[in-house]
Antibody, heavy 124, light 109 residues
Framework: QVQLVESGGGVVQPGRSLRLSCTAS????????MHWVRQAPGKGLEWVAL????????YYADSVRGRFTLSRDNSKNTLYLQMDSLRAEDTAVYYC?????????????????WGQGTLVTVSS | SVLTQPPSASGTPGQRVTISCSGS????????VNWYQQLPGTAPKVLIY???ERPSGVPDRFSGSKSGTSASLAISGLQSEDEADYYC???????????FGGGTKLTVL
């Protein structure tokens, strides 16, 4: 069964940085685009970013563009989210999610597997 | 949220409920709609994809539809285990990214 395990969450002060990781198993990680989706406490889902299977194409939500950087290491089956200049409004559970199709037509797909999430709290 | 959903919905066991999702030409009007179910304390899971398709394992009590810039999720034969938050989602061509509705909390009375 596909597994996605996020790590790296914690408490961080505003303006500081944090790097999240998502380790994948039981599927061919290098064949699929991957996403991060976050959920602030008691709030709804917010898509954060996507990275293509090869890592050359990335899209970001306006709320994080310029502060967050997505990368992947296909040799380690791992997805990363480097979060810089963190703000209180970045406080959320961060989920990594796998795109269902191998296609580069992201808008035609959906998220078929999700990790359990890792909590990031930005507070002084 | 870019997509508008009612914050809450409710029904009694056995009833049929519908959850709406309203968008615009740059999102729902141009792209497929997916629906996710989030049970309390768990990660979301896909319920409906590509407007009206069900992944294997999802009961046929759940159905989706799309018309113009709106979509809806219907749940028939409501059961207590359907109590959850439901989110619509689609790609937005203007934002170049995925967008979600604000979510609808379904209560089974």
């Amino acid at each position: 069964q596909v597994q996605l395990v996020e790590s790296g969450g914690g408490v961080v002060q505003p303006g500081r940085s944090l790097r999240l990781s998502c380790t994948a198993s039981e599927f061919s990680f290098s064949d699929y685009a991957m996403h991060w989706v976050r959920q602030a406490p008691g709030k709804g889902l917010e898509w954060v970013a996507l990275i293509s299977y090869h890592g050359n194409t990335k899209y970001y939500a306006d709320s994080v563009r310029g502060r967050f950087t997505l990368s992947r290491d296909n040799s380690k089956n791992t997805l990363y989210l480097q979060m810089d200049s963190l703000r209180a409004e970045d406080t959320a559970v961060y989920y990594c999610a796998k795109q269902q199709s191998r296609s580069g037509y992201y808008y035609l797909s959906y998220f078929d597997f999700w990790g359990q999430g890792t909590l990031v709290t930005v507070s002084s | 949220s870019v997509l508008t959903q009612p914050p809450s919905a409710s029904g009694t066991p056995g009833q049929r409920v519908t959850i709406s999702c309203s968008g615009s030409n740059s999102n729902i009007g141009s792209n497929i709609v997916n629906w996710y179910q989030q049970l309390p304390g768990t990660a979301p899971k896909v319920l409906i994809y590509s407007n009206n398709e069900r992944p294997s394992g999802v009961p046929d009590r759940f159905s989706g539809s799309k018309s113009g810039t709106s979509a809806s999720l219907a749940i028939s034969g409501l059961q207590s285990e359907d109590e959850a938050d439901y989110y619509c989602s689609t790609w937005d061509d203007s934002l170049n990214g995925w967008v979600f509705g604000g979510g609808t909390k379904l209560t089974v009375l």
